[in-house]
């Protein structure tokens, strides 16, 4: 019997319709058009309006245009893995809100939280349940409304992030197409670095971190570039080694979005050409768990059967990792 694989066999993304500009946000803080994109390569970012919405409404424009490409229901959908940060409350989780918006009523589901890295790590968990033969259909949703966790009178945050979400159906496999391998670390030391300082129980909310604005991104820029472009390219690196892949090999590279920067250090360290890089960061910025699946969404019609694609990314807490999968359809 050949080894099951879980495959992509359908991906689909979502924007919001508002764009934020540098120059809007030359009037917001103290900075410029220049200096924005010398240092992340982002021009504008998509930003999510409107009273009540959350992560799961963009989702639910997400999910529905994956499905219908599939030709599915919902109903078929056996597990959703909800990549977020940026959770519609607490509790529920937001898997089990989208499910009930979008009709998915014989799945079961559950939120996770690796920062940027999450999409990657829900990729792997959900693979496993396919591989397992436990489900015929697992749902990867990857989403965040940044905007509603940035401080937009700090220019070392609110210049970088963006609101989107994508997914991925992930359907078994037999003929070697599918998630290859992954390599998936974190190191909780590096939480100093990027964090969100309240809100959670250790700090819950009160009057007191909300007077302090602590309920927002906060990051040491400098530290954390040190290690994500180290890292990052690293893990990529790793995993062709592994499987003993050449950049020849390579058909795309789809790098998490977080800096222009650090996406050409990690093509550099592959010995890949920037004509093998997805990157969409200068329109639709840093979407945490949303970056990889939209490139997925938006360059979906150059992929081909049996493509060799590289996934890599870099979060907060730290967390990163690499995927290395082929295409399947």
Not at 64 to 82: D, S, V, W, Y
């Amino acid at each position: 019997m050949s080894k099951i694989h879980a495959a992509i066999t359908a991906v689909h993304g979502y924007v919001p319709d508002y764009v934020l500009t540098n120059k809007e946000l030359e009037s917001m803080v103290d900075t410029s058009d220049e200096w924005i994109v010398a240092r992340t390569g982002i021009k504008e970012r998509r930003i999510l309006k409107g009273e009540g919405l959350g992560t799961s409404d963009m989702a639910v424009h997400a999910v529905n245009g994956l499905l219908e490409k599939r030709g599915i229901g919902a109903e078929e959908i056996e597990l959703i893995i909800f990549c977020t940060t940026t959770a519609d409350m607490p509790f529920p989780a937001t898997a089990n809100i989208l499910a009930e918006k979008i009709g998915a009523t014989n799945a079961w589901g559950y939120d996770l939280q690796a920062a940027c890295s999450g999409f990657l790590f829900g990729l792997t968990t959900g693979s496993q349940f396919i591989e397992s033969g436990k489900h015929k259909k697992v749902l990867v949703v990857g989403g965040d409304r940044m905007s509603s966790i940035i401080n937009y009178s700090d220019r070392t945050t609110c210049i970088i992030f963006g609101d989107g979400c994508g997914a991925v159906l992930l359907e078994p496999n037999e003929e070697g197409y599918g998630v290859i391998d992954s390599i998936l670390k974190s190191d909780g030391s590096g939480r100093p670095f990027l964090h969100q300082k309240a809100g959670g129980s250790a700090r819950p909310a009160s009057h007191e971190t909300v007077d302090r604005n602590e309920h927002v991104v906060f990051q040491e820029g400098k530290a954390v570039f040190k290690f994500a472009v180290t890292n990052m390219a690293e893990a990529a690196a790793d995993i062709m080694e592994r499987n003993e892949l050449t950049a020849e090999d390579v058909t795309w590279l789809v790098p998490h979005q977080a800096n222009k920067r650090i996406i050409d250090a990690t093509a550099s360290r592959m010995g890949v050409g920037p004509e093998k890089v997805m990157i969409n960061i200068e329109k639709y910025g840093n979407t945490t768990n949303g970056t990889i699946p939209l490139c997925l969404w938006e360059w979906e019609s150059q992929l081909k059967k049996g493509d060799t694609l590289i996934l890599a990314a870099f979060g907060g807490g730290f967390t990163w990792g690499s995927v290395y999968l082929r295409w399947a359809y």
